[in-house]
């Protein structure tokens, strides 16, 4: 994404945050899911560290509202 985004919301699995994109997605809300490299070589510190989902900043309020409370 060239403009700034923010994170919306921590995940703590990947496919959790790849459903939370799939959904934004199909709205027409592009996102970005990452995460520490370290999660990568060892995933079980996904958990403590957890899988980021980042949005536009404009698009916080509707990406929120699409995916409603933790």
Not at 45 to 53: C, E, K, M, S
Request: aromatic share 2%; no cysteine; glycine share 8%.
């Amino acid at each position: 994404m060239a403009d700034e985004s923010l994170v919306i919301r921590t995940f703590s699995s990947q496919q959790a945050a790849l459903l939370a994109q799939a959904i934004l997605g199909g709205n027409g809300i592009p996102s970005v899911v990452s995460a520490d490299s370290a999660t990568v070589m060892e995933p079980q510190l996904q958990f403590a560290r957890g899988t980021r989902l980042s949005v536009r900043r404009e698009d916080v309020d509707a990406a929120l509202e699409l995916l409603g409370e933790e």
